[in-house]
C-alpha cells in the first residue's frame, strides 16, 4: 500500500517520526517530498513544488495524509507569519479538489492547525513583535474571554486594564488569525462533497480561555451545523497528527479497529488538565484513539493493546524539574511502583503495552524509566513515547503501538529505543546538562551555538551514550548513534540517525 504523505513541517517530529513509525510494516510505502522543499523554520517550503509533488504521486497511492499549514503557508511556522490573500488561498484549496480527479480512488486524510497563542514572550517561532508583546496579546484576550464566559474579579480586572499593546500589533495578529479561520472552515467544507474523507483540527498549545478558545468555538460551530463531527475533530495536539492519521490509514486497509485498554498511574490522572492543553487528558484520549481507528475498552483481556498512561500526581510540571524541584504529589498522589507492576504482569500474560509517558511536559520520567530498566522490562514495551505535550506523546504512542502489531520487530525495536533516547535521556537529563553547563564555558546560547554547532551536536551524542549505556537495556540493545542533528539550530529537540543491534528477540 502507498501512502501519500506531505508533512506539517521539516522537523524530525514531523517528517522522521512517520517513517520510523511506518517502517514497522514491510508493505507499507511512505511517499514523501524530500526535506529540502520543505522550508526552514521560518522560510516556508516551495508550495508550488509540493503540489506538483502531490499531483505526480497522487494516482499510485491508495491514501493521503496532507498537512494544509504546509500545502497552503510552507509549514507551521509560515502559517503564524504570512501575508497571503483569500484569492492565493482559494487556489491552493481548488488544488485539493484536483486530488480525486486525478484518483478518484484516493482517501485523502487532512489536517490544519488552529493559530496557536503562546503564554509567553518570545518571537523564535511568532512574529517579531511577540518577543515583547506575546505574553501581553495571550493574557488580554485570556481575561477578555473569561470575562464573557465566566466572569473574573476584581483583580484581573485591573490587570486587564493595565495592558497596553499598540494598534497595529493587536490588528495583524488578530487579522492573521481571522485568516486561520477562514481556512479552517473553507478545508473543512470539502468534507462536504467527498474532496476530503477526514480531517483532523488540532490545537497547538492551547488553553481554556482566550484566542485558540475562541478561534476553536468559531470552527467547531460550523462543523456542529454542517452535521460534520463524525468526519472532523478538533483537540489538542499537532507534531503528531501526521503519524496519528497514517495509523488510520494502516487501520481503514485492513478492516479493523484496534481495540485498546488503557489505565493511569495516578487516580486523578483522568481528570488532569495537561500543560498546553484545555482539557482533561482522558478527554483528549477519546479523540486520539478514534483518530487512529481505534476504540476504548474496558475489558483488558479483550484488548489489542494496552495502553499505560503515566500520568501526574496532581498537578504537571516540566520534565527539567524532576531532578531537583519536584512536587510532593508525584509521590504522594501516585504509586508509580504499583504502575510497574501493572506494565509488567500484563506484558507477562503476553500482552503487547504502549507506554504513553505524560506525567511532565517535555520530557520522560526519569524515575519510570529507572524501575522499567530495573524490573527488565523496558525492552518489553511494544512502543513508548514522552516528549513535548500529553497529546503529543498520546498520538505518537498510539500510532507507534498501532503500527508495531504483527510488524517488523527489528524496526519495532529500533523505534522504541530512539524514544527512550530523545524523550528521556535527551529532553529530561541530557539537554539539561548541556544548557547549565556546556553552552555558558563556551560563551554559546540555548538559541544561538554561533560556529559551535558541531561542537553542541558531538557533545550531546557523548553524553546520550553514556547515559544510555548506564540502563540494563543496553546490554541486550546495542545502539550506535552515527550523529545528531539540531533542527532549527536550538537545543529544544534534536534529530538522530541511529543503528540498533541485538541478537535474540527472547531475551528483549
Known amino acids: ?57 497522487a494516482k499510485e497511492c491508495s ?30 484549496i481548488k488544488n485539493l479538489r484536483r486530488i480525486k480527479e486525478i484518483n478518484p480512488n484516493i482517501k485523502v486524510y487532512a489536517f490544519n492547525c488552529i ?37 473574573i474579579n476584581k483583580i484581573e480586572e485591573e490587570e486587564l486594564e493595565s495592558i497596553k499593546i499598540p ?30 474523507d477526514f480531517l483532523v483540527i488540532p490545537q497547538d498549545d492551547s488553553s481554556e480561555y482566550g484566542y485558540t478558545a475562541i478561534s476553536q468555538k468559531i470552527v467547531l460551530d460550523f462543523i456542529k451545523n454542517k452535521n460534520l463531527e463524525f468526519k472532523s475533530y478538533i483537540y489538542p495536539g499537532a507534531d503528531e497528527v501526521g503519524s496519528s492519521l497514517l495509523a488510520r490509514c494502516l487501520n481503514d486497509f ?52 494496552i495502553l499505560a498512561i503515566n500520568s501526574p500526581g496532581k498537578y504537571m510540571q516540566e520534565a527539567s524539574d524532576q531532578i531537583l524541584d519536584i512536587d510532593l504529589t508525584y509521590t504522594s498522589y501516585r504509586n508509580l511502583l504499583d504502575f510497574v507492576y501493572k506494565i509488567e504482569s500484563y506484558i507477562k500474560s503476553g500482552k503487547m503495552v504502549i507506554l504513553s509517558d505524560s506525567a511532565f511536559a517535555n520530557g520522560g520520567d526519569l524515575t519510570l524509566i529507572n524501575y522499567l530498566d530495573r524490573r527488565r522490562v523496558l525492552s518489553k514495551l511494544t512502543a513508548y513515547a514522552g516528549w513535548n505535550t500529553n497529546c503529543n ?22 523505534h522504541l ?14 539537554r539539561q546538562e548541556v544548557i547549565k553547563e556546556y553552552l555558558p564555558n563556551n560563551d554559546i546560547s540555548y538559541y544561538n551555538f554561533k560556529d559551535k554547532q558541531m561542537y553542541v551536536e558531538n557533545t550531546i551524542r557523548d553524553l546520550l551514550l553514556k547515559e544510555y549505556n548506564k540502563l540494563n537495556i543496553s546490554k541486550v540493545c546495542k545502539l550506535n ?17 541511529i543503528d540498533v543491534n541485538f541478537n535474540d528477540y527472547n531475551n528483549l
Open 393 to 414: 506523546t498520546l498520538g505518537t504512542a498510539l500510532s507507534s503501538g498501532i503500527y508495531s502489531l504483527s510488524s517488523n520487530k527489528g524496526s519495532q525495536i529500533k
Open 481 to 497: 548513534i552515527n550523529s545528531i542533528t539540531t533542527p532549527w539550530k536550538r537545543m529544544f529537540e534534536i534529530g538522530m540517525d
Open 63 to 92: 491514501y493521503a495524509v496532507l498537512s494544509i499549514d504546509m500545502l497552503i503557508y510552507g509549514g507551521l511556522i509560515p502559517s503564524r507569519l504570512h501575508h497571503l490573500t483569500k484569492d492565493e488561498a482559494e487556489g491552493y
Open 167 to 196: 494598534k497595529e500589533i493587536v490588528l495583524d495578529y488578530e487579522s492573521r488569525r481571522e485568516f486561520n479561520e477562514y481556512i479552517n472552515i473553507e478545508v473543512a467544507k470539502l468534507l462536504e462533497d467527498g474532496t476530503l
Open 254 to 305: 485492513l478492516g479493523r479497529t484496534v481495540k485498546i485498554y488503557a489505565f493511569y498511574s495516578s487516580t486523578f490522572g483522568p481528570n488532569i488538565i495537561p500543560l498546553y492543553e484545555d482539557r482533561p487528558m482522558n478527554e483528549s484520549l477519546k479523540y486520539h484513539v478514534r483518530v487512529c481507528g481505534g476504540e476504548l475498552i474496558d475489558n483488558s483481556s479483550e484488548a489489542d493493546l
Open 115 to 151: 493559530m496557536r497563542s503562546p503564554q509567553y514572550n518570545s518571537s523564535e517561532e511568532e512574529p517579531d513583535y511577540y518577543a515583547d508583546y506575546g505574553y501581553n496579546l495571550f493574557r488580554s484576550k485570556y481575561l477578555i474571554d473569561k470575562r464573557l464566559r465566566a466572569g
Open 417 to 430: 529505543i530512539y524514544r527512550i533516547v530523545e524523550d528521556v535521556l535527551y529532553q529530561s537529563k541530557v
Open 1 to 57: 500500500m502507498n501512502i501519500l504523505f506531505i508533512p506539517l513541517d521539516e522537523r524530525p517530529c514531523n517528517s522522521d517520526f512517520p517513517k520510523l513509525i511506518t517502517s514497522a510494516k514491510k508493505d507499507i510505502k511512505l511517499i514523501s517530498p524530500d526535506k529540502y522543499i520543505l522550508g526552514d523554520k521560518k522560510t516556508p517550503g516551495q508550495v508550488s513544488k509540493l503540489w506538483d509533488f502531490v499531483f505526480e504521486n
